[in-house]
């Protein structure tokens, strides 16, 4: 079970890890009352992730603004999600950004720590800074601090987030979580951190020990739902789960290009570019990251194959799109598994596919599925250039 981040940080302020004042906003006239002083920030309330790169974040000077920026919020969608509430949150200006989380390693059943010096909406993109450090017995500060140490971290900011690190851990520990994330732990000038987003994922075993966190899920879905979209806002429509992906949710638009990226920022960011570029997307589907905590301990490339066979599948498409960053799977193995993927199929492509990579070993990569000389493949360097040929072959 997953927590909203205004939950999540319910949960912060009970262990001492600093979060913003903040207030939470059913509907768009609950800002005429806000208790906060302007400037302030909005955030969509929705359980999926590239919530700024989507919008779903906005920062307002005044009342009129705030109003007006929290309508336009209850009415966007964020991977399929429209959000029933908002939080209204002070306003902060960090002088860095970090990333921390506490997380269950599924295959050695033991707590993990996350951690680097570099947060925020770019995590994706530097994964490979993520640090870790495996809990292996009875907690105790130095695993924390370790941590802090594995980062880069320095001076007093070494002491400031190893504590959070500590009030994380328990919290892990408390509730019976398979996740505690901030992402980004911010730092001031000051040298202060002060949490800006938070996400928590409950154990669904261990919720009958907890019935205070199932009344907060009870609570969110009892809250009012937005109003219908106005007229001419098209709503994507989700589906159940993408058959052989159980842990992820596809996306279909009334258009007739194929998307598949990985990472929701990656995601939200390539279906801007091709609405800006006058594409009509028709299915997306972000695979995830390379390890996540919502998905089973397969691998980024297992994933693709059964991506791949998902959207080549749907009816409608004229064309897919693949926007895939390498990390510590380098681009040269997703070529692998493209490659293996398409000549295990009997037949030929049926649809254009645009390839797109970027990230380690990216031009082995390509080079490696031109080599596969398939008609309908097409290998680009340039995203702009690879989303403008998808779009023409997909209208073509």
């Known amino acids: 079970m997953d927590l909203l981040e205004y939950q999540a940080k319910d949960l912060f302020q009970k262990v001492g890890i600093p979060v913003l004042p903040s207030q939470r906003i059913d509907h768009p006239k609950d800002l005429k009352g806000l208790k906060i002083p302007y400037p302030i920030v909005l955030k969509s309330q929705v359980y999926a992730g590239g919530r700024g790169k989507a919008g779903g974040v906005r920062f307002v000077e005044n009342t009129i603004d705030a109003v007006a920026a929290a309508q336009a919020i209850f009415y966007l969608p964020i991977l399929g999600q429209y959000p029933e509430v908002l939080l209204a949150e002070a306003k902060?200006?960090?002088?860095?950004?970090?990333?921390?989380?506490?997380?269950?390693?599924?295959?050695?059943?033991?707590?993990?720590?996350?951690?680097?010096?570099?947060?925020?909406?770019?995590?994706?993109?530097t994964s490979r800074q993520i640090q870790q450090v495996l809990v292996d017995g009875e907690f105790s500060p130095f695993y924390a601090r370790r941590l802090a140490l594995k980062m880069g971290l320095t001076g007093e900011l070494i002491e400031s987030v190893s504590a959070i690190a500590e009030k994380m851990y328990h919290l892990f520990l408390t509730y019976d979580l398979d996740l505690v994330e901030i992402n980004p732990l911010a730092v001031n000038p000051a040298g202060e951190v002060m949490a800006l987003d938070g996400k928590v994922t409950v154990n669904d075993a261990a919720l009958g020990r907890h019935p205070d966190l199932v009344a907060m899920q009870s609570g969110d879905r009892d809250?009012?739902?937005?109003?219908?979209?106005?007229?001419?806002?098209?709503?994507?429509?989700?589906?159940?789960?993408a058959?052989?992906?159980?842990?992820?949710?596809?996306?279909?638009?009334?258009?007739?290009?194929?998307?598949?990226?990985?990472?929701?920022?990656?995601?939200?960011?390539?279906?801007?570019?091709?609405?800006q570029?006058?594409?009509?997307?028709?299915?997306?589907?972000?695979?995830?990251?390379?390890?996540?905590?919502?998905?089973?301990?397969?691998?980024?490339?297992?994933?693709?194959?059964?991506?791949?066979?998902?959207?080549?599948?749907?009816?409608?498409?004229?064309?897919?799109?693949?926007?895939?960053?390498?990390?510590?799977?380098?681009?040269?193995a997703v070529a692998a598994a493209i490659a293996h993927y398409l000549k295990q199929q009997r037949q030929p492509l049926s649809l254009p596919l645009v390839v797109r990579l970027g990230g380690a070993h990216a031009e082995a990569a390509r080079r490696r599925l031109a080599a596969l000389d398939l008609p309908r493949l097409?290998?680009?360097?340039?995203?702009?250039?690879?989303?403008?040929?998808?779009?023409?072959?997909?209208?073509?």
């Open 92 to 125: 902060y200006a960090p002088d860095r950004e970090l990333y921390l989380a506490v997380v269950l390693d599924p295959s050695l059943r033991r707590p993990l720590l996350l951690g680097s010096r570099e947060g925020g909406m770019e995590l994706e993109a």
């Open 277 to 332: 570029a006058g594409g009509q997307p028709a299915a997306c589907l972000n695979l995830g990251g390379e390890s996540s905590y919502r998905l089973p301990p397969d691998t980024l490339c297992d994933r693709l194959e059964k991506g791949l066979d998902w959207i080549l599948q749907t009816q409608r498409l004229r064309g897919v799109l693949l926007n895939l960053l390498g990390g510590s799977a380098t681009c040269d």
């Open 243 to 275: 058959p052989g992906l159980p842990n992820l949710t596809p996306m279909l638009f009334p258009g007739n290009l194929g998307i598949l990226c990985n990472g929701a920022g990656l995601t939200m960011a390539t279906l801007d570019l091709v609405d």
């Open 223 to 241: 809250s009012p739902s937005p109003a219908p979209a106005p007229a001419g806002m098209a709503h994507p429509a989700p589906l159940d789960k």
């Open 378 to 396: 097409v290998v680009m360097e340039s995203l702009d250039e690879a989303i403008a040929k998808a779009i023409a072959l997909s209208q073509a």
